[in-house]
Nanobody
Framework: QVQLVESGGDLVQPGGSLRLSCAAS????????IAWFRQAPGKEREGIAC?????????FYIDSVRGRFTISRDDAKNMAYLQMNSLKPEDTAVYFC????????????????RGQGTQVTVSS
């Protein structure tokens, strides 16, 4: 059993940056691919970034965040991160991490575990 807890969400101005953290407990994350998802009010959930397990580490991004967001993991700390730069109002959403299956087409599939999420609001 893996518990995932996100943190780092905040209110930030357009063009600003945030780093989201995903802390895992209960078991090691090493064998899991981890994805970040977001969901804005009235919109469908969207997978935005994914990183393969600790033995691979390949990274995947959807077009709307590529070049602005960076996903990473620190298996020694049992953590995953999402560095978000050049934030836009349309990035406003609840962001959560989950164990997942990564794919090139952005259709990341949640597997066993997900967190509750953290709110990111981009507004002036």
């Amino acid at each position: 059993q893996v518990q995932l807890v996100e943190s780092g969400g905040d209110l930030v101005q357009p063009g600003g940056s945030l780093r989201l953290s995903c802390a895992a407990s209960g078991s090691t994350l090493y064998y899991y691919a981890i994805a970040w998802f977001r969901q804005a009010p009235g919109k469908e959930r969207e997978g935005i970034a994914c990183i393969n397990d600790g033995g691979d580490g390949s990274k995947f991004y959807i077009d709307s965040v590529r070049g602005r967001f960076t996903i990473s993991r620190d298996d020694a700390k049992n953590m995953a991160y999402l560095q978000m730069n050049s934030l836009k109002p349309e990035d406003t959403a609840v962001y959560f991490c989950a164990t997942a299956i990564c794919s090139f087409d952005g259709q990341y599939h949640i597997t066993d575990y997900r967190g509750q999420g953290t709110q990111v609001t981009v507004s002036s």
